[in-house]
């Protein structure tokens, strides 16, 4: 949440006050309220939120308020308004907190719960939800196929709402765009929510069967081992991504330049992806793909990669070493799959004129040639300290010319598309750090400005005087060289 100065904790303190007047009813004398179910349903939301505070737990347990959303919305469908927002408070109040301000991240987290429960119950007791669950005895069954339907829409409105709350926050604390800041937000969460709602109307329905909370009880075992993988999936991938981040972060060091080139590559490169109708999960590896192409120029000595005059013969032959260095550096990362063919092949050509191997056609495989595309167009567009970068549709005029000989055509007509749709305004931030961003309509091609101060790119061809394509070709005055590989 950032420092919540302001606005921000201005917004946490209308939401705190919003949730308690949300619950107050069930706090009056005579409201009916069902306390022992409050208490149980109370009680164990804490329990499932409460280990991920002792280190005797450490990383072994899911943590967090929402891990156990089935639990909250049991709660919606067996309470009114007003008593299933009080569930959702102790649990929040005592869960763990990554990051800090702890005290206003708790209370924000309790705040948001409670009124988004307090809107689920609302809407599953409008539709008639509570009659669908049955009673406490035999003679009233759960009408389960009409039950659906409001717990359904009870978990749409969940949905809704937290994320409504979500974006509102990131648009207060972190000062986001207010068409930024719900980007994605429900897309996301809308299936997950929709689960756990048939989840929590399972709960439910137990619950209010002849064996009461007992029986409702065995859902949690199930739910808590669902939730510990969950976990575990999203840890993995944060360990993918900070490998990631650290081998991005060790080429910056060693070549300053390649940190803005590398995020370009890889946005690129997913733009030529969509395009193409990559399925998701290929998505991901590719833009892994773009973002480390030039890991091996860790193996390249820095002397030589920071060389502002022509390159010898012999230290050319050692830049043209980095993609072998860095398939060979990213070899045992499992994760990466067809990504490393890229890295070991992104410099190879069509017309079989490329490095390392001299592939050619279909030869070179499918990743390599939608980064070369990704990469001669950054390369293009970029400012250096020698040139201008050119103007998108002139860049994209180059690679089509030599498409067929340099490039694959397929990918520079994705490349072309894509841009056309969708603009190019790619991002300066860390994407290994983040999830693949969504192109936007409707934006008009710009061209980047460069992350850090420009220097002398290495990307080039492999031999004889520079072509047009590799960016060089309208360089004004000298150049620092003419076949700079990279």
């Known amino acids: ?78 309470l009114p308004p007003a008593a299933a927002g009080l569930v959702a408070i ?33 809407v ?27 717990a359904c829409a009870a978990a749409l409105a969940f949905s809704l709402v937290l994320a409504a709350l979500d974006g509102s926050i990131l648009v207060a604390a972190e000062r986001l765009p207010v068409r930024r800041a719900w980007d994605g937000l429900l897309s996301r969460s809308l299936g997950p929510h929709l689960v756990h709602g048939l989840a929590g109307l399972m709960m439910a329905v137990l619950w209010r069967g002849p064996y009461g909370p007992v029986s409702a009880l065995i859902v949690l075992l199930p739910m808590y081992i669902s939730c510990w993988v969950f976990v575990q999936y999203h840890r993995e991938h944060a360990a993918h991504r900070a490998t990631i981040r650290a081998l991005v972060q060790a ?8 940190r803005g080139h590398s995020e370009r590559v890889g946005q690129a490169s997913v733009l030529i992806a969509r395009e193409l109708g990559m399925e998701q999960g290929r998505l991901e590896v590719l833009r892994f793909a773009g973002i480390l192409h030039d890991v091996g120029k860790l193996g390249v000595p820095t002397r030589v990669l920071r060389k502002d005059g022509p390159l010898t013969p012999e230290e050319r032959r050692v830049i043209e070493l980095h993609p072998e260095y860095g398939h060979e550096i990213v070899r045992g990362i499992g994760f990466l799959g067809e990504a490393r063919d890229a890295i070991l092949h992104h410099h190879e050509r069509l017309d079989g004129s490329g490095y390392p191997y001299g592939l050619s056609g279909r030869a070179i ?46 990918m520079v007509r994705a490349l072309v598309r894509g841009v056309e749709r969708h603009g190019w305004s790619p991002s300066t931030a860390v994407t290994a750090d983040e999830a693949i961003p969504r192109p936007r309509s409707g934006e008009g ?42």
């Open 90 to 122: 102790p649990g929040s109040l005592a869960g763990r907190v990554e990051n800090r301000p702890a005290a206003a991240r708790r209370v924000w987290r309790a705040a948001q719960l409670a009124v988004t429960v307090g809107a689920a119950s609302s």
């Open 1 to 78: 949440m950032g420092a919540t100065h302001g606005a921000a904790r201005a917004y946490v303190l209308v939401a705190a006050a919003g949730a308690l007047f949300c619950v107050l009813p069930a706090l009056r004398t005579g409201a009916g309220t069902p306390w022992a179910t409050v208490g149980l349903l109370t009680a164990l939301y804490l329990a499932c939120e409460l280990p991920g505070r002792f280190p005797f737990f450490g990383g072994s347990v899911p943590i967090g308020a929402g891990s156990f959303f089935p639990l909250l919305l049991a709660a919606a469908f067996l």
């Open 251 to 258: 080429v910056d060091i060693k070549d300053a330049y390649t």
């Open 365 to 410: 495989p499918e990743f390599a040639r939608v980064v070369a595309v990704a990469d001669a167009f950054d390369a293009m567009t970029s400012t250096r300290s020698y040139r201008r970068g050119r103007p998108v549709p002139a860049a994209l005029e180059e690679l089509e010319r030599c498409s067929g000989t340099q490039f694959d055509p397929q």
């Open 445 to 486: 091609p710009v061209s980047p400005a460069p992350a850090r101060p420009p220097r002398p790119d290495l990307f080039d061809t492999a031999s004889g005087p520079p072509t047009p394509a590799d960016g060089l070709g309208a360089a004004p005055g000298p150049q620092p060289s003419a076949d700079r590989p990279g």
């Open 124 to 150: 599953h007791g409008l539709l008639g939800g509570a009659a669908t669950l049955g009673g406490s005895g035999t003679d009233r069954l759960p009408d389960l196929p009409y039950a659906l339907l409001p």
